[in-house]
């Protein structure tokens, strides 16, 4: 099991930035397969945002591509970050971290992690 607190969402003006992160309560690059960020925006189901693989690999939803990046902390071993640029409108949503210590398939699906954090809220006005 992995503990995860997300921060740094907000109110941002469109074609602004905002950095969330997400503290696991231990070091992610051992033992975890996947984390990621998925959003939820009201009436919508979750979807994956950005996931990165326990080899590196990152995977980014098309909506946001060259907008967002994930990264892991390369000094604090326990924080993952969401960087994100040019927000729009439609990102408006609660941000949520997730964690998948198994290797699976379908790590772009929600309903294959069991890891969660409570969510933060990021509005973007236009």
């Known amino acids: 099991q992995v503990q995860l607190v997300e921060s740094g969402g907000g109110s941002v003006q469109a074609g602004g930035s905002l950095t969330l992160s997400c503290l696991a309560d231990?070091?992610?690059?051992?033992?975890?397969?996947?984390m990621a960020w998925f959003r939820q925006a009201p009436g919508e189901e979750r979807e994956a945002v950005a996931v990165?693989?326990?080899?590196?690999?990152?995977?980014y939803a098309d909506s946001v591509k060259g907008r967002f990046t994930i990264s892991k902390d390369a000094d604090q071993k326990n924080t993952l970050y969401l960087q994100m640029n040019s927000l729009k409108p439609e990102d408006t949503a609660v941000y949520y971290c997730?964690?998948?210590?198994?290797?699976?398939?379908?790590?772009?699906?929600?309903?294959?992690?069991?890891?969660w954090g409570q969510g933060t809220q990021v509005t973007v006005t236009s």
């Open positions: 997730a964690a998948l210590v198994s290797r699976h398939d379908a790590f772009l699906l929600a309903s294959t992690y069991r890891n």
């Open positions: 231990r070091n992610i690059e051992i033992g975890v397969y996947s």
């Open positions: 990165i693989l326990d080899t590196g690999s990152r995977f």
